[in-house]
Structure formats: structure tokens, C-alpha cells
């Protein structure tokens, strides 16, 4: 059984920084595609950053430059750190990941979510 536990999020001030992660059972996450959405209320999921499962990293345009996706094979852990993080990435942040389990079935496995709320 897949299980991915998302975890990091929290109240932070306009400028701050967050670190998410994403500890991932059942699921090698360095060989499958992996990300990271976030979710406003109100809004549709978006996908903010992903790691395809040949190691290219893509980001959504508002996110480029302050965040940054990284996983540690060792921990089978996937890491999203936020940097200069603004009022508008409130969200509720859910990880992904999208290949076979260590049983060879394939799916799509959400964590989840943390909830980050940037605010003043």
C-alpha cells in the first residue's frame, strides 16, 4: 500500500520561508515522476513543481526563482523548499507521484496536504 505523508506547513510572514515533505512508503520516488500542487480556496489544483521520472525539473512560472523541488533517495523523501513566499501562495499543498508501486501496479498517489497560509 502506497502511503505519502505530507508535512512543513504553517503560518509564515510575507518574505518567509517553508520547507514541505513528502515521506513516501510503497513507492520508490526516485525513479517515478513526482510533484507538488497546491490548491486555493476557491480555485482548481494547480501544479507548481515536478520532477519527471528521467530528473527534469519543471516549475510553474509564479514559483521560479523562491522554490525549489528536490528529493533524497536515502529518505525516500520529497522536499518542496519555499523561499520569498507571498500572500498568494496560500494554499493547501499536496504531493504526488505518478509510476508503479514496489508491487508493479501504476497509479497516481496524492499525499494528504499541508496547509501553507502567508499573512502578516
Known amino acids: 500500500q502506497v502511503q505519502l505523508v505530507n508535512s512543513g506547513g504553517g503560518l509564515v510572514q510575507p518574505g518567509g520561508s517553508l520547507r514541505l515533505s513528502c515521506a513516501a512508503s510503497?513507492?520508490?520516488?526516485?525513479?517515478?515522476?513526482v510533484s507538488w500542487y497546491r490548491q486555493a480556496p476557491g480555485k482548481e489544483r494547480e501544479l507548481v513543481a515536478r520532477i519527471s521520472g528521467g530528473g527534469n525539473i519543471d516549475y510553474t512560472d509564479s514559483v521560479k526563482g523562491r522554490f525549489t523541488i528536490s528529493r533524497v533517495s536515502a529518505r525516500n523523501t520529497l522536499y518542496l523548499q519555499m523561499n520569498s513566499l507571498k500572500p498568494e501562495d496560500t494554499a493547501a499543498y499536496y504531493c504526488?507521484?505518478?509510476?508503479?508501486?514496489?508491487?508493479?501496479?501504476?497509479?497516481?498517489?496524492w499525499g494528504q496536504g499541508t496547509q501553507v497560509t502567508v499573512s502578516s
Open positions: 504526488k507521484v505518478e509510476g508503479r508501486d514496489i508491487h508493479g501496479s501504476y497509479g497516481d498517489y
Open positions: 510503497g513507492i520508490t520516488l526516485s525513479i517515478n515522476a
